[in-house]
């Protein structure tokens, strides 16, 4: 494994979202692949400008909701059918009407979990601690600038040419990130 | 996606934050409220207040426990008292923070960036108090964990074809999501008060709270799915959960209770009080933090708007119970209505009908709609109203059913008053404490109304 660089990439910090997107969207068409955007609030479209093309929040909480409204009907069957049928008002020990109720919030309770913690995972989040973080101005990516940052780690990335280039986006100031 | 949030085509009415904010000062205005602002006498006050009503009910429960359900003023017949009153009022007013977080999401109403939080909020409060009533009602409350499935020495499993089973996994299904809602929505707001303290100590715990948010694209990405999914998943929990509880009472064959107008009508009756304790939480937060700019005179007129809707669907609901009683022919419902306006407990269906139907018709004067005192006033009279149609719904009809040799009445002791009073006083600490120490507004939501936030391709 090639040794680890001492920098993690380089930050350009902008003014506006309008700003963020026309940066982000010029650097991926100059052959940047590792890069990423920050912004104090969701902007449309951004994760694409980025190469984002596959979310897979979706899929995950479609097989959390299958799974739980599987859960929540075999549980009821097996229980009240196979364990220990019991006579209740004459109904049969498989009253499936009945189990509707408890197998739709079974269903909602899973996909939602799902969704939170695939959203978690795929993030990689909780992580406490990220390189991004040493650069003292990013701290208002939470309020009101927007930073591009083009990782060292990209194949066209070369310290002083990628400045250069970020140089060109007309950023607020430019920062190198020490990983 | 983010287009729900957009308000750009919204110019016509009052807007929906005050002009002249940027993401800086939206960011510093609320963030400030748990950052810098000194704790005032008039909080501690408050919260003191709260926190001995907060002791009182424990005191209650305490002796509940010792003593059991004699200590009530529950009996035969009467065998669902206050308990379950509170439960369903409570559990009610909680469906309106839902209502504003998640469906008016869907809708993209998007006016209701600046009340969702602290509606939200006020959801896990108010399902908080409504849990304490079932279990505490079961009678042996150190037993209430008998009520889920799991394996145990008797081999017995719970009874999963009656609505009392249902209500357990949908009120418990909705505290999670609710719960979920709520704290993936403050994340990316952990985030800003963590860049925004100057103590260490707070960076900390906040910096932990936020899980590391970065603000990164991709995390965007996938956060706006999951919230939008959690949404949609949301709006038929919430209906379902008030169907559920009113399935309690639709399913048994008591006179007053056996109506299929239940559902809908509960799941209204829901949303009214909500919207009304909204506003009762609404109108002093805004006024004390000068939240003004972003709680607007816009989201007082549509919260009014909601109520008289939701109000005009419990007057129908209160109109078929009453035509049912006398064109379904039936006896014992038509004795249910007589009993309604002539019983002994007449007075809380004719104040009922005043509270919930009559006073809220003043919502249709425009002024008085833009007027917080008005709405303050008007709220406080719904949320009564509300808690009497459950009085109604459970202790009216339970009194006198069938056969006159099992009637009764029942008379609310001082342990109930307690208990009772005791929740609201609950609810308030929490809102007191919530004030304090979480973002009541949600940050990163309000920067996305800003014009400044437009991206154009």
């Known amino acids: 494994m090639a040794k680890r660089d001492p920098i993690y990439g380089i930050m350009a910090e902008?003014?506006?979202?309008?700003?963020?997107?026309?940066?982000?969207?010029?650097?991926?068409?100059?052959?940047?692949?590792?890069?990423?955007?920050?912004?104090?609030?969701?902007?449309?479209?951004?994760?694409?400008?980025?190469?984002?093309?596959?979310?897979?929040?979706?899929?995950?909480?479609?097989?959390?909701?299958?799974?739980?409204?599987?859960?929540?009907?075999?549980?009821?069957?097996?229980?009240?059918?196979?364990?220990?049928?019991?006579?209740?008002?004459?109904?049969?020990?498989?009253?499936?009407?009945?189990?509707?109720?408890?197998?739709?919030?079974?269903?909602?309770?899973?996909?939602?979990i799902s969704a939170v913690l695939g959203m978690l995972a795929f993030n990689g989040l909780p992580m406490p601690y990220h390189p991004v973080f040493n650069v003292p101005r990013f701290a208002l990516a939470s309020k009101d600038r927007f930073f591009l940052i083009v990782f060292s780690s990209d194949k066209k990335y070369n310290a002083a040419e990628t400045r250069r280039f970020l140089e060109g986006l007309a950023p607020r100031s430019i920062s190198e990130v020490p990983s | 996606m983010p287009e729900?949030?957009?308000?750009?085509?919204?110019?016509q009415r009052a807007p929906v934050i005050a002009p002249g904010h940027t993401f800086g000062t939206v960011?510093?205005?609320?963030?400030?409220?748990?950052?810098?602002?000194?704790?005032?006498?008039?909080?501690?006050?408050?919260?003191?207040?709260?926190?001995?009503?907060?002791?009182?009910?424990?005191?209650?429960?305490?002796?509940?426990?010792?003593?059991?359900?004699?200590?009530?003023?529950?009996?035969?017949?009467?065998?669902?008292?206050?308990?379950?009153?509170?439960?369903?009022?409570?559990?009610?007013?909680?469906?309106?923070?839902?209502?504003?977080?998640?469906?008016?999401?869907?809708?993209?109403?998007?006016?209701?960036?600046?009340?969702?939080?602290?509606?939200?909020?006020?959801?896990?409060?108010?399902?908080?108090?409504?849990?304490?009533?079932p279990a505490i009602h079961v009678g042996r409350p150190w037993l209430a964990y008998w009520l889920f499935p799991y394996p145990n020495t008797m081999r017995v499993w719970p009874q999963f074809r009656s609505p009392l089973m249902w209500d357990v996994f949908a009120v418990s299904t909705y505290a999670t999501i609710s719960a979920l809602f709520w704290f993936t929505g403050l994340i990316p707001d952990f985030a800003t008060l963590r860049d925004r303290t100057e103590k260490r100590w707070v960076k900390i715990i906040y910096g932990m709270l936020s899980f590391g948010w970065r603000g990164s694209a991709r995390h965007w990405h996938r956060y706006e799915t999951m919230y939008l999914l959690l949404a949609g998943l949301a709006t038929p929990l919430v209906l379902s959960v008030h169907t559920v509880v009113s399935f309690d009472f639709a399913v048994g064959i008591v006179p007053g209770w056996h109506t299929t107008i239940f559902p809908p009508y509960f799941v209204a009756g829901a949303i009214y009080s909500g919207f009304a304790m909204v506003l009762m939480l609404a109108i002093p937060i805004r006024k004390i933090y000068g939240l003004e700019d972003f709680i607007t005179e816009r989201h007082l007129q549509n919260s009014a708007k909601v109520m008289l809707a939701t109000g005009l669907i419990v007057a129908y609901g209160y109109g078929i119970e009453a035509f049912m009683g006398w064109y379904s022919g039936d006896r014992y419902d038509a004795f249910t209505l007589w009993n309604r306006l002539h019983g002994p407990y007449a007075p809380s269906y004719w104040a009922l009908l005043i509270c919930n139907i009559f006073i809220p018709q003043v919502l249709w004067i425009r002024k008085l709609r833009t007027s917080p005192w008005a709405l303050f006033l008007v709220s406080g009279v719904i949320l009564v109203g509300m808690w009497l149609e459950r009085f109604i719904i459970v202790v009216v009809s339970l009194h006198r059913d069938f056969l006159t040799s099992s009637w009764g009445m029942y008379y609310a002791t001082r342990w109930d008053y307690m208990t009772y009073f005791g929740t609201i006083g609950m609810f308030l600490m929490l809102m007191f404490l919530f004030l304090r120490v979480l973002p009541a507004i949600s940050i990163f939501e309000m920067r996305t109304l800003l014009p400044e936030a437009e991206v154009k391709e």
């Open chain 2, 27 to 133: 960011t510093e205005k609320i963030s400030a409220i748990v950052l810098t602002r000194p704790a005032t006498n008039g909080w501690f006050i408050g919260f003191g207040i709260f926190f001995l009503a907060t002791m009182m009910m424990l005191y209650a429960i305490g002796y509940l426990v010792l003593k059991g359900t004699g200590i009530w003023g529950v009996n035969i017949p009467i065998g669902w008292g206050f308990a379950i009153v509170n439960f369903v009022w409570w559990i009610g007013i909680g469906h309106a923070g839902t209502l504003i977080s998640a469906i008016l999401l869907l809708l993209r109403q998007s006016w209701r960036n600046s009340i969702n939080r602290f509606a939200e909020a006020m959801t896990l409060f108010a399902v908080a108090c409504a849990g304490i009533f």
């Open chain 1, 14 to 112: 902008f003014d506006s979202a309008q700003a963020l997107v026309d940066a982000a969207r010029k650097t991926h068409e100059a052959g940047y692949k590792k890069i990423d955007a920050y912004s104090p609030f969701p902007i449309e479209g951004l994760a694409e400008e980025i190469g984002m093309h596959f979310d897979e929040v979706p899929l995950t909480v479609l097989i959390g909701g299958i799974i739980g409204g599987c859960t929540g009907y075999l549980m009821q069957y097996w229980m009240s059918a196979v364990d220990y049928p019991l006579n209740i008002g004459g109904k049969p020990p498989h009253s499936w009407p009945a189990f509707i109720v408890i197998t739709f919030e079974m269903t909602i309770l899973f996909a939602g």
């Open chain 2, 4 to 11: 729900q949030y957009k308000s750009s085509t919204e110019i």
